[in-house]
Structures are given as C-alpha cells and as structure tokens.
C-alpha cells in the first residue's frame, strides 16, 4: 500500500475536497477511496488531519425521503423526550444529566 500525498493546511490542489466541502456543494465520496490529507499542525497532540477526496469521482448527495425524515425526525423527538417525566423539553437532553434539568435538580426549580 503506498502512502498517501500529504498537503499543508489549505494548500490542497484543485480538484481535491474535505467531506464538508463535498457536501456543501451538494456532493457525497460515494465509496471511492481517499486520495490525499492535509495536515493542520497542532501542539501537543499531533497533527489534525483531514482527508481529501477527488471531487470529480463525487456522487450527488442522495435526496431525503420521507420514510428517512420520519425516522430522523422520530430520533431527534427520543432525544428531547425526558425519561423520567416522559415531556417534549423543546431541547436535546445533555447525556451528562440523562434527564430534563427540571427533574435533575427538583428542589431548584420549586424555589423559583
């Protein structure tokens, strides 16, 4: 296996695309293999590096169905749905609390 071409930060060539940069202009990889990095120099830990993808092997972005939004949407409804009080809390439910904030600290909310 031979070793990917690797490119500084933003000095990538034309015709090479992050995945973000694929997407969008309305592209997806679409199962062809990574052809070349870029690498972001960081302290401490190493290198961040991204991978770059031809963008004239990119696919169109396959369009939603509605059979996909329902479940997207029934997915997101799970992750705002309190367990405990079994409430729509109008907001993603941190994992560190792993319930509302009303029924994470009950006794704050009866002093309000």
């Not at 293999?33 to 092997?57: K, T, W």
């Not at 799970?78 to 792993?98: F, H, K, M, N, S």
């Amino acid at each position: 296996m031979s070793a990917l071409p690797v490119y500084p930060w933003r000095l990538a060539p034309d015709g090479l695309a992050t995945r973000r940069q694929l997407r969008a202009k309305g592209l997806r990889p679409g199962g062809q293999d990574v052809v070349a990095q870029i690498e972001r120099p960081r302290y401490r830990r190493g290198p961040l590096v991204a991978y770059l993808y031809s963008v004239d092997g990119a696919k169109p972005v396959r369009p939603m169905t509605p059979a996909k939004q329902a479940a997207l949407d029934k997915a997101n409804a799970a992750r705002r749905t309190c367990p405990q009080c079994r409430r729509d809390t109008g907001y993603v439910i941190p994992a560190e609390l792993g319930m509302c904030v009303p029924c994470t600290y009950p006794d704050d909310q009866a002093a309000a």
